[in-house]
Protein backbone atom coordinates (compact mmCIF):
# COMPACT_ATOMS: atom_id res chain seq x y z
CA UNK A 1 0.00 0.00 0.00
CA UNK A 2 1.51 3.09 -0.96
CA UNK A 3 1.20 6.76 0.46
CA UNK A 4 -0.90 8.82 -1.17
CA UNK A 5 0.79 11.73 0.54
CA UNK A 6 4.56 11.41 0.55
CA UNK A 7 5.83 15.17 2.26
CA UNK A 8 3.41 17.46 3.84
CA UNK A 9 3.05 19.85 6.67
CA UNK A 10 0.44 19.44 9.11
CA UNK A 11 -0.13 21.07 12.67
CA UNK A 12 -0.12 18.66 15.83
CA UNK A 13 -2.87 20.90 17.15
CA UNK A 14 -5.18 18.24 19.29
CA UNK A 15 -5.44 16.56 22.18
CA UNK A 16 -5.66 12.50 21.72
CA UNK A 17 -8.51 10.56 22.92
CA UNK A 18 -8.04 6.70 24.44
CA UNK A 19 -10.91 4.47 23.58
CA UNK A 20 -11.57 1.47 25.67
CA UNK A 21 -12.65 -1.52 23.29
CA UNK A 22 -15.11 -4.19 25.26
CA UNK A 23 -16.11 -5.61 22.27
CA UNK A 24 -13.98 -8.84 22.63
CA UNK A 25 -13.59 -8.69 26.51
CA UNK A 26 -15.76 -9.92 28.98
CA UNK A 27 -19.25 -8.94 29.91
CA UNK A 28 -17.32 -6.88 32.78
CA UNK A 29 -14.66 -5.86 31.05
CA UNK A 30 -14.70 -1.63 32.04
CA UNK A 31 -11.75 1.18 32.25
CA UNK A 32 -10.15 2.13 35.82
CA UNK A 33 -10.73 5.72 36.37
CA UNK A 34 -7.06 6.36 36.76
CA UNK A 35 -6.47 4.25 33.09
CA UNK A 36 -6.91 7.29 31.21
CA UNK A 37 -9.55 6.54 28.62
CA UNK A 38 -12.37 8.59 27.52
CA UNK A 39 -14.26 6.77 25.66
CA UNK A 40 -16.40 3.00 25.79
CA UNK A 41 -16.48 1.41 22.57
CA UNK A 42 -19.06 -1.30 22.47
CA UNK A 43 -20.81 -4.16 19.99
CA UNK A 44 -24.71 -2.38 19.78
CA UNK A 45 -27.14 -4.16 22.69
CA UNK A 46 -23.97 -5.36 24.57
CA UNK A 47 -24.73 -6.12 27.79
CA UNK A 48 -23.29 -4.58 31.09
CA UNK A 49 -22.27 -1.22 29.65
CA UNK A 50 -19.52 1.33 32.02
CA UNK A 51 -20.96 4.63 33.13
CA UNK A 52 -19.94 7.04 30.76
CA UNK A 53 -19.50 7.87 27.51
CA UNK A 54 -20.19 5.26 24.70
CA UNK A 55 -20.27 4.24 21.40
CA UNK A 56 -21.16 1.30 19.72
CA UNK A 57 -20.31 -0.56 16.69
CA UNK A 58 -24.00 -1.98 14.63
CA UNK A 59 -24.11 -4.96 12.91
CA UNK A 60 -23.49 -2.62 9.88
CA UNK A 61 -20.94 -1.73 11.25
CA UNK A 62 -21.68 1.61 11.90
CA UNK A 63 -20.80 3.84 14.41
CA UNK A 64 -23.58 4.60 16.68
CA UNK A 65 -23.67 7.44 20.06
CA UNK A 66 -26.88 7.36 22.03
CA UNK A 67 -28.41 6.21 18.89
CA UNK A 68 -27.32 8.81 16.30
CA UNK A 69 -24.91 7.32 13.73
CA UNK A 70 -21.46 9.31 13.84
CA UNK A 71 -19.61 6.99 11.62
CA UNK A 72 -18.51 3.87 10.14
CA UNK A 73 -15.81 0.92 11.68
CA UNK A 74 -13.98 -0.48 8.40
CA UNK A 75 -10.97 -3.01 7.72
CA UNK A 76 -8.21 -1.44 6.01
CA UNK A 77 -6.30 -4.18 4.79
CA UNK A 78 -5.68 -3.74 0.35
CA UNK A 79 -6.55 -0.92 -1.69
CA UNK A 80 -10.35 -1.26 -2.69
CA UNK A 81 -10.92 -0.96 1.21
CA UNK A 82 -8.78 2.21 1.59
CA UNK A 83 -11.00 3.87 -1.17
CA UNK A 84 -13.93 3.01 0.88
CA UNK A 85 -12.99 4.65 4.17
CA UNK A 86 -11.66 7.94 2.32
CA UNK A 87 -15.37 8.01 0.26
CA UNK A 88 -16.35 8.75 3.85
CA UNK A 89 -14.29 11.85 4.32
CA UNK A 90 -16.39 14.93 4.91
CA UNK A 91 -19.43 12.63 5.23
CA UNK A 92 -19.04 11.31 8.82
CA UNK A 93 -17.93 12.76 11.95
CA UNK A 94 -15.55 9.11 12.72
CA UNK A 95 -13.61 6.63 10.58
CA UNK A 96 -12.95 3.72 12.48
CA UNK A 97 -9.93 1.92 11.06
CA UNK A 98 -10.53 -1.99 12.95
CA UNK A 99 -6.68 -3.58 14.05
CA UNK A 100 -5.28 -5.67 11.29
CA UNK A 101 -4.43 -3.61 8.91
CA UNK A 102 -1.05 -4.63 7.29
CA UNK A 103 0.49 -0.84 7.27
CA UNK A 104 -1.26 1.30 9.92
CA UNK A 105 1.06 4.04 9.80
CA UNK A 106 0.28 4.10 6.44
CA UNK A 107 -3.11 3.81 6.74
CA UNK A 108 -3.30 6.99 9.37
CA UNK A 109 -1.44 9.17 7.00
CA UNK A 110 -3.55 8.85 3.90
CA UNK A 111 -6.56 9.09 5.98
CA UNK A 112 -4.95 12.56 8.13
CA UNK A 113 -4.00 13.56 4.27
CA UNK A 114 -8.02 13.15 3.37
CA UNK A 115 -9.31 14.43 6.49
CA UNK A 116 -7.25 17.18 6.73
CA UNK A 117 -9.82 20.87 7.03
CA UNK A 118 -12.56 18.27 6.80
CA UNK A 119 -15.40 17.62 9.98
CA UNK A 120 -13.98 13.98 10.00
CA UNK A 121 -12.12 12.56 12.51
CA UNK A 122 -9.84 9.12 12.72
CA UNK A 123 -9.73 6.47 15.10
CA UNK A 124 -7.11 3.56 15.10
CA UNK A 125 -7.41 0.39 16.91
CA UNK A 126 -3.63 -0.78 18.38
CA UNK A 127 -2.73 -3.84 19.63
CA UNK A 128 1.02 -3.05 20.31
CA UNK A 129 3.03 -0.54 21.94
CA UNK A 130 5.32 -0.23 19.42
CA UNK A 131 2.41 0.97 16.73
CA UNK A 132 1.62 4.09 19.24
CA UNK A 133 4.35 6.77 18.55
CA UNK A 134 3.61 6.42 14.96
CA UNK A 135 -0.08 6.58 14.69
CA UNK A 136 0.13 8.98 18.03
CA UNK A 137 2.28 11.55 15.66
CA UNK A 138 1.63 10.70 11.95
CA UNK A 139 2.23 13.49 9.53
CA UNK A 140 3.08 15.66 12.72
CA UNK A 141 -0.71 15.59 13.40
CA UNK A 142 -1.51 11.90 14.67
CA UNK A 143 -5.12 10.25 14.32
CA UNK A 144 -7.49 12.04 16.65
CA UNK A 145 -7.89 8.73 18.83
CA UNK A 146 -6.32 5.34 19.29
CA UNK A 147 -8.74 1.98 20.36
CA UNK A 148 -7.47 -0.20 22.86
CA UNK A 149 -8.72 -3.60 23.56
CA UNK A 150 -9.96 -4.58 26.51
CA UNK A 151 -7.60 -7.74 26.88
CA UNK A 152 -4.42 -5.54 26.13
CA UNK A 153 -4.96 -2.25 28.40
CA UNK A 154 -2.23 -3.52 30.96
CA UNK A 155 1.18 -3.35 30.62
CA UNK A 156 3.54 -1.67 27.96
CA UNK A 157 0.81 -0.85 25.68
CA UNK A 158 -1.23 1.08 28.13
CA UNK A 159 1.72 2.86 29.03
CA UNK A 160 2.49 4.08 25.68
CA UNK A 161 -0.82 5.07 25.05
CA UNK A 162 -0.52 6.79 28.34
CA UNK A 163 2.72 8.77 27.29
CA UNK A 164 1.23 9.54 24.03
CA UNK A 165 -1.54 11.31 25.50
CA UNK A 166 0.25 13.61 28.09
CA UNK A 167 3.04 14.62 25.04
CA UNK A 168 -0.26 15.16 22.37
CA UNK A 169 -1.90 17.60 25.16
CA UNK A 170 1.41 18.97 26.09
CA UNK A 171 1.62 19.88 22.32
CA UNK A 172 -1.51 20.88 21.92
CA UNK A 173 -1.42 23.44 24.78
CA UNK A 174 1.84 25.21 23.86
CA UNK A 175 0.42 27.43 21.01
CA UNK A 176 -2.73 28.50 23.57
CA UNK A 177 -0.41 29.19 25.95
CA UNK A 178 1.86 30.88 23.74
CA UNK A 179 -0.86 32.83 22.32
CA UNK A 180 -2.14 33.76 25.83
CA UNK A 181 1.57 35.20 27.09
CA UNK A 182 1.85 37.07 23.64
CA UNK A 183 -2.00 38.29 23.95
CA UNK A 184 -0.89 39.56 28.02
CA UNK A 185 0.24 43.12 27.98
CA UNK A 186 1.59 43.36 31.32
CA UNK A 187 4.06 40.27 30.46
CA UNK A 188 5.06 41.76 27.43
CA UNK A 189 6.02 44.92 29.30
CA UNK A 190 7.80 43.56 31.58
CA UNK A 191 9.92 41.21 29.27
CA UNK A 192 11.24 44.16 27.30
CA UNK A 193 11.66 46.51 30.36
CA UNK A 194 13.81 43.12 31.89
CA UNK A 195 15.69 43.17 28.34
CA UNK A 196 16.63 46.76 28.27
CA UNK A 197 18.10 46.77 31.85
CA UNK A 198 20.20 44.24 31.47
CA UNK A 199 21.22 45.64 28.39
CA UNK A 200 21.86 49.07 29.61
CA UNK A 201 23.74 47.29 32.35
CA UNK A 202 26.10 45.98 30.09
CA UNK A 203 26.87 48.68 27.88
CA UNK A 204 27.45 50.74 30.49
CA UNK A 205 30.31 48.11 32.30
CA UNK A 206 32.32 47.86 28.68
CA UNK A 207 31.97 51.72 28.59
CA UNK A 208 33.45 51.74 31.97
CA UNK A 209 36.07 49.23 31.24
CA UNK A 210 37.58 51.08 27.81
CA UNK A 211 37.78 54.12 30.00
CA UNK A 212 39.49 52.57 32.88
CA UNK A 213 42.03 51.19 29.95
CA UNK A 214 42.44 54.51 28.12
CA UNK A 215 42.93 56.30 31.44
CA UNK A 216 45.94 53.51 32.60
CA UNK A 217 47.12 53.79 29.05
CA UNK A 218 47.74 57.86 29.17
CA UNK A 219 48.92 57.48 32.51
CA UNK A 220 51.80 55.59 31.75
CA UNK A 221 52.77 55.12 27.83
CA UNK A 222 55.50 53.09 28.28
CA UNK A 223 54.56 50.57 30.91
CA UNK A 224 57.30 47.87 30.78
CA UNK A 225 60.82 51.21 30.65
CA UNK A 226 64.05 49.05 30.65
CA UNK A 227 66.96 51.62 31.84
CA UNK A 228 69.57 48.76 31.29
CA UNK A 229 70.71 49.64 27.29
CA UNK A 230 72.56 46.19 27.57
CA UNK A 231 68.98 43.58 27.90
CA UNK A 232 70.92 40.62 28.40
CA UNK A 233 74.10 41.58 30.39
CA UNK A 234 77.03 39.05 31.11
CA UNK A 235 77.55 38.30 34.86
CA UNK A 236 80.43 36.94 34.30
CA UNK A 237 82.64 38.66 32.06
CA UNK A 238 85.53 37.20 30.17
CA UNK A 239 89.14 37.88 32.37
CA UNK A 240 91.10 37.49 29.07
CA UNK A 241 89.44 38.74 26.45
CA UNK A 242 92.43 38.05 24.36
Excluded at 63 to 70: A, N
Excluded at 125 to 147: E, H, I, K, N, T
Amino acid sequence: MVSLLATSSFALHTPLALWFDRRGGSASAAPRADDGFDQVLQLSGQADAPAGPCLCVTPESKLEEEGRVVGAALCVGNAQEQRDALALVGSVEWILVEAGAPQPCIVAENLLAATEGSPTRVAMCVDAAASVPGLAFALQRGVDALVCPAAAATGELLEALQVAKAQRLEVADAPAAAAAAASDPTEVELRHGLARTMYSALFDFLVAQINTSLQIGEANPNPNPNPNPNPNPNPYPNPNPN
